[in-house]
């Protein structure tokens, strides 16, 4: 009898492959465990164990594999179950999810490249003789491919010793260089061991008492420390004793003080230090926990819907406590990892150690060592932080999801496959985990709220702030107005110029957002209307005053500001709309004392940017925070009173569904940013259409007035969540192919699916990169078999492949697009 396994090879195909096994190799193997195998004429790829059997593939001969890579199993068969899951329903294959899921370190391959880690001190002696020749390889050739190095060491399959070279540090992949960002050491010092006592102390002061610049390092240690052990950093000690860092290098050398480096961005716990005692939950906290109990008893997913500052995080704690008490795992998901300094720090007063963060930022040997001890359910990963990736970790005994902020469209992953949203996988893992699951916002996604009105989710709300602040009186101002009696200055009405000299005045503090960053987006000819273009894409570019340059936000094209216009000559060139620069600028030479900081993606390029600009705003360094929307991610500022929205209208006036639901979640999100402590908060939004429904909305804090009209208008027009919507993408870089091959599609989905298909159209941007695109738009009715409708589009997408002119067009499918 033969053996054989079924293996997921981490490529685009539809089924899986299978490769012949020994005897021997069949009672070894465990499903999710990887294997190296050889594909094609000549490559070789990690593939990972899906099933064992005994049944050889009809239409080909076996192959058999080179060798197996692990002792255990590295994927759980929940996990499994969960790729399937999402291949099937976001219309991808499971060697995508599979690509995406795992860290790249487990995916070694024939094309990988590889390259010495030059940050590890290698000890030659320690190595075997086939590491070493890899080793001397790589020092001869900075890099090489994997089947390279296959030839150098003489052996088809290399893979065993490079994957204990990665586990050693020894050498790192192409894209880990890629991805791999600095982490930034803070040096601390305290006392050398020696000197513990009281005895070694008194005899090191007094050996100190001729070199007094020393021995003041030394007492200033002991001020700042208190009666505690704590570490000082290097900075402190220095500016406290007023000495050098010359003074304290010594006394490191001499071993009379300790250097410590700690990574700022991990843990930095201290063993000694108790975690902090959780707060009392108020009655309106409690009573939301209570009813999220009972929901969770009825294995019910469940929506929190808490206003801005209302404690919903104090709850996930309560939970997360309940967690982990009995021994389980807790995820707590968040649209964006980059931006949660806060969130993290507070969780760890709490939990300490247990928190595991899990960062796309983190090198690659990070990710494998948080992925193994969630695997192993270690005590140091009981509770993982993460954006949407820590969903794909290998839990084992999850207990607890919590889906932060549900409505943020980040969730949504875009590109490459498996394209899918976080929120809803997440679900579906925590109904195949047994676990429960949490979903919280301020301001719900019309999805998750529909859900809860058909009783399909539980529901639980807090309407109180904390400490019953009253939420922020909004008021609109209407520019358009202003602008005719001539009251604006620039881009600012007298009423926000006037609220922030009060807030300033009174020692608050002011956020400005702006929904655009840069200077002014667009530079227009006022004689001939031309407006520079982006050569590769389909859009204006974009001016930024701070570097003097117009560049384009799709593919990072840029050129220094012209002079004179391109098209006509004329010296005419004059900007159009306006971004956070220019508000900064505008508003430093209205009032030139203000301290102003801007937070967009062009100020927080930078691993430490964002804390950077966040801590000085938190230290009250900054009167004026001007931003873009990463400003309405949970942040939670003390001091702000007043939040002036400088326009509104470009929100609104967004081509697509789900505009007004957006602008309002931003809105209210963004007013959430004031009056948070102690007193009534204020916001001010400027816009040309006062009376617009949704701003009114905002104003009154109506979410369920919102909620009514949204969910009335995508009933009359069949979208979400009352259909599903599958957009198809057409991407190829002739213009007239793309065009034929859509109609050609859309015209054999109409014959299935008569008019709920749209397009093929164009969008907003036809051309990225030098690829037209165009979209075409399924709506499908939500009792609509799922499976059925997908193998018609695949049976017409066969048919489309075969057709010789249409060759070379990629076909991109996105389910529940947004
Ligand atoms: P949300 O996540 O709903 O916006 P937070 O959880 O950030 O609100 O809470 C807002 C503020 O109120 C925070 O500063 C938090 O420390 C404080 N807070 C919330 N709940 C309590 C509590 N039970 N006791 C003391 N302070 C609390
Ligand atoms: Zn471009």
Redesign the pocket.
């Known amino acids: 009898m033969g053996y054989f396994i079924n293996v997921i090879l981490p490529i685009p195909l539809e089924k899986l492959f299978t490769y012949s096994v020994s005897k021997a190799e069949a009672s070894y193997l465990k499903i999710g465990m990887r294997v190296a195998v050889p594909f094609g004429k000549s490559k070789i790829y990690t593939a990972l164990v899906a099933e064992i059997h005994t049944t050889a593939p009809a239409v080909y001969e076996a192959k058999e594999i080179h060798q197996i890579l692990d002792d255990d199993p590295i994927v759980t068969e929940v996990q499994l179950r969960h790729w399937s899951w999402i291949a099937s329903y976001y219309m991808c294959s499971l060697g995508e999810v599979f690509r995406s899921a795992v860290p790249n370190a487990f995916l070694l391959e024939s094309e990988t490249l590889i390259l010495k880690n030059k940050e590890t001190v290698v000890d030659e002696k320690e190595l075997s003789d086939e590491e070493f020749l890899v080793f001397e390889a790589l020092e001869r050739q900075s890099m090489l491919k994997v089947q390279e190095i296959a030839a150098i060491v003489d052996k088809k399959n290399v893979l065993p010793i490079l994957k204990r070279l990665l586990e050693k540090n020894i050498i790192q992949t192409k894209e880990e260089v890629y991805q791999q960002y600095k982490p930034k050491l803070v040096r601390y010092v305290t006392l050398g061991e020696k000197y513990q006592s009281e005895e070694a102390l008194g005899g090191l002061l007094d050996s100190l008492s001729r070199a007094p610049k020393q021995s003041k390092v030394i007492l200033s240690l002991f001020q700042l420390q208190g009666n505690t052990q704590k570490k000082i950093t290097v900075k402190e000690l220095e500016v406290k004793s007023e000495s050098s860092a010359a003074i304290i290098k010594t006394l490191i050398d001499k071993e009379i003080l300790e250097e410590v480096l700690v990574r700022t961005d991990r843990v930095v716990f201290d063993p000694a230090k108790k975690p902090k005692n959780r707060k009392e939950l108020n009655e309106h906290q409690q009573q939301a926990l209570e009813d999220i109990e009972t929901s969770f008893s009825e294995n019910k997913v469940t929506l929190l819907h808490g206003v801005t500052s209302s404690g919903k995080t104090e709850v996930y704690v309560k939970l997360i406590a309940d967690c982990i008490k009995e021994g389980k795992q807790a995820l707590y998901l968040l649209p964006e990892i980059a931006l949660t300094t806060q969130l993290i720090a507070r969780l760890q007063e709490y939990f300490g150690e247990q928190v595991a963060v899990f960062h796309s930022k983190y090198s690659i040997h990070e990710r494998v060592e948080v992925w193994n001890n969630v695997l192993a359910n270690k005590a140091k990963a009981q509770i993982v932080i993460g954006a949407r990736s820590a969903l794909f970790l290998p839990f084992s005994k999850l207990g607890l999801i919590i889906v932060d902020e549900e409505h943020e469209a980040s969730f949504k992953q875009y590109d490459p496959a498996p394209r899918y949203h976080a929120r809803d996988s997440a679900i579906v893992l925590a109904h195949l985990s047994k676990c429960n699951i949490l979903l919280g916002s301020a301001t719900p996604s019309v999805e998750s709220f529909y859900n809860v009105t058909q009783g399909k989710y539980g529901y639980a709300q807090i309407q109180r702030r904390f400490g019953n602040v009253q939420m922020p009186e909004v008021t609109l101002v209407d520019i358009k107005e202003l602008t005719r009696k001539k009251r604006m200055k620039g881009h600012f009405s007298e009423h926000l110029l006037h609220g922030i000299t009060t807030a300033v005045e009174e020692g608050e503090q002011v956020i400005l957002f702006q929904n655009r960053r840069g200077y002014a987006p667009i530079v227009e000819c006022t004689t001939c209307g031309h407006s520079p273009q982006?050569?590769?894409?389909d859009?204006s570019?974009t001016f930024h005053q701070y570097k003097k340059q117009m560049r384009?936000?799709?593919?990072?094209?840029h050129m220094a500001l012209q002079q004179s216009c391109l098209a006509c000559g004329m010296a005419t060139l004059n900007s159009k709309g306006f971004g956070t620069e220019q508000v900064e600028e505008e508003l430093q030479k209205l009032m030139p004392n203000l301290r102003i900081g801007r937070m967009d993606l062009d100020t927080t390029r930078g691993k430490y940017a964002y804390e950077k600009i966040i801590t000085s705003f938190e230290k009250h360094e900054l009167d004026v925070l001007v931003g873009t929307q990463m400003l309405t991610k949970g942040l939670d500022f003390a001091n702000v009173s007043l939040v002036g929205i400088m326009n509104a209208d470009n929100l609104l006036n967004f081509p697509d569904f789900r505009a007004h639901e957006r602008s309002y979640q931003l809105l209210a999100q963004v007013s959430g940013r004031a009056g948070r402590a102690k007193k009534r908060g204020k916001v001010l939004i400027q816009t040309y259409n006062p009376y617009h429904q949704i701003l009114q909305q905002v104003a009154a804090n109506d979410y369920e007035g919102m909620y009514t009209d949204q969910i009335n208008e995508r009933r009359q027009f069949k979208y979400p969540p009352l259909h599903r919507i599958l957009k198809i993408t057409f991407k190829h870089k002739d213009y007239t192919k793309v065009e034929d091959a859509s109609e050609w599609f859309a015209k054999s989905l109409r014959v299935v699916f008569n008019s709920t298909v749209l397009g093929p159209e164009f969008p907003a941007v036809s051309r990225?990169?030098n690829q037209y695109i165009k979209h075409v738009i399924l709506k499908m009715e939500k009792e609509q078999h799922l499976g059925k409708t997908k193998n018609h589009i695949k049976r017409i997408e066969k048919s489309f492949d075969a057709i010789a002119q249409y060759k070379g067009v990629r076909v991109i499918y996105n389910v529940d697009y947004i």
């Open positions: 982006c050569p590769n894409c859009v570019l384009c936000h799709y593919c990072s094209y990225i990169r």
